[in-house]
């Protein structure tokens, strides 16, 4: 059984950044996908950014040129570096990992952007 624990996450400043990291107990190999979503208050999860094992990305297109996913090792797999935050970012973040029916969420960390 893997779990997932994000860190990183906190209150920032419109134009601020972030650095969200994803720790795994239990490997993830380079064979999962592995993805950040966001949930903000009264509105439903959504995708963020993934990463495929083999390094290929897809952005939301609110993020795109803004955020970047990268992965890490097996303990640490997956990043999310959040540049140029706007109040429409503040929401909850998850990391996920997946690899056909194995689905993994971790609980999530708060990232508030506000002046």
């Known amino acids: 059984q893997v779990q997932l624990v994000e860190s990183g996450g906190g209150l920032v400043q419109p134009g601020g950044s972030l650095r969200l990291s994803c720790a795994a107990s239990?490997?993830?190999?380079?064979?999962?996908?592995m993805g950040w979503y966001r949930q903000a208050p009264g509105k439903q999860r959504e995708l963020v950014a993934t990463?495929?094992?083999?390094?290929?990305?897809n952005y939301v297109d609110d993020v795109k040129g803004r955020f970047t996913i990268s992965r890490g090792n097996a303990q640490n797999p997956v990043y999310l570096q959040m540049n140029n935050l706007k109040p429409e970012d503040t929401a909850v973040y998850y990391c996920?990992?997946?690899?056909?029916?194995?689905?993994?969420w971790g609980s999530g960390t708060q990232v508030t952007v506000s002046s």
């Open positions: 990463i495929s094992g083999g390094g290929r990305t």
């Open positions: 239990g490997s993830i190999s380079m064979l999962y996908t």
């Open positions: 996920n990992a997946r690899l056909t029916t194995k689905i993994y």
